[in-house]
């Protein structure tokens, strides 16, 4: 079974949500990346979403764009990325390992070179942002002849007709974005939330996992009520950034732990 197939498997059995850890590549330092992995897994993150930085991030907040443009500054690319994906994969033989990436970066990499190295690394999924269904079907095709699941966002404004597209295609989870915006912490998730995750569900069996916005436990254990997975980026990069470097993975494992809470 695929490994993301096989942890949600295992969330629903154990009834509860998941948490997929975002970390930006190299950020804050290129060195950073594989510690940050271990620190959230030792904490209970049960997903690894590894950000390429990219220069032009539209669907992110001011958190994910300072953390990709630092990334930069450090000379990370897609490259680096999936080497670092690939080190990941020998530390941690079972872990669901998903790249997030913008389209830019793959075009120039090249389609085909590029799906065939994430099969050489042993990602299992990706999440490429900008990249409509209109215009997704050489990379889908490539991504199922290596069993590497695409999976596709939906927003509350996406209407009937794209979530059945989307959803058609899809493979792995599909990524629910909480709010119509960018990536960040927010005090509060929105309202209509559980109305636009009821909708998406009546259009497929996969599982859902909702983003943009997640920050506090309470609202880790609402969104279970609902869908069976979380991602959380902003608010960790934000506690990353903060911390002092001796006291980094003593905050960042007490910070997931708290997500977590006494049912997860």
Known sequence: MPRISAKFQEL??????GLIAFLTVGFPEIEATLPLVRTVLSAGADMIELGVPFSDPLADGATLQAASFRALEQGVTLGKCLEVAEGLRVQFPSLPIILMSYYNPIIAYGIEPFARRCAEAEVDGLIVVD?????????????????????????PTSTEDRILRVTEKASGFIYCVSVAGVTGAREQLASTLPAFIARVRGYTRLPLAVGFGIARPEQVEAVGQWAEAVVVGSALAEVIESSPLVEREKRVQQYIRELKGNHY
């Open 131 to 155: 990249l409509p269904p209109e215009e997704a079907d050489t990379l889908y095709g490539v991504c199922r002849v290596d069993n590497i699941d695409l999976i596709p966002l939906l927003a």
């Open 12 to 17: 629903r059995q154990q009834k509860r949500v």
